[in-house]
């Protein structure tokens, strides 16, 4: 009898051990599932950023080549907050291909709190706007 008792309580626990082996397994299959998203998009953002400061005194331009996503708002807020006060900045759009909503909000914000700090942003809206959906505003 002791022995029969030892075989259902090792047969109870393979039971839970095989739950807990579909568990690691599903959880390893999102988090597989999640970085196989993460990756691509990760990728997909490789924008440049230039400031240049323009041969006229308080004029400087702002250059966003290739594709503008979440993951580069940080570094386009950083140079941002690297212009100076008293300029006049110009967007160029000629290289963006793509601009994503939390880095078109990052120029909305900078441009409207931009006059406190002497500065304006210059920028073609409806062509930043047409490359939300990565279409280029005709020329």
Known sequence: MHGDRHCVGHAAGGRSDHRH??????????????LSLFRPALL??????????DATPGEAS??????ATFFKVPSM?????RVPNNTRLTLV???LSHVDQACL???????RNASARGC????DWKALHARVEGQRAAA
């Open 62 to 67: 702002l250059h966003l080549d290739d594709s």
């Open 44 to 53: 997909s953002s490789r924008l440049k950023i230039g400031l240049h400061n």
């Open 21 to 34: 082996r579909r568990t690691d397994l599903l959880a390893g299959v999102i988090i597989g599932f999640g």
């Open 120 to 123: 304006e942003l210059v920028v």
């Open 93 to 95: 759009l000629d290289r």
């Open 77 to 81: 807020a950083r140079t941002l907050e």
């Open 105 to 111: 909000e990052v120029l909305r914000e900078w441009s």
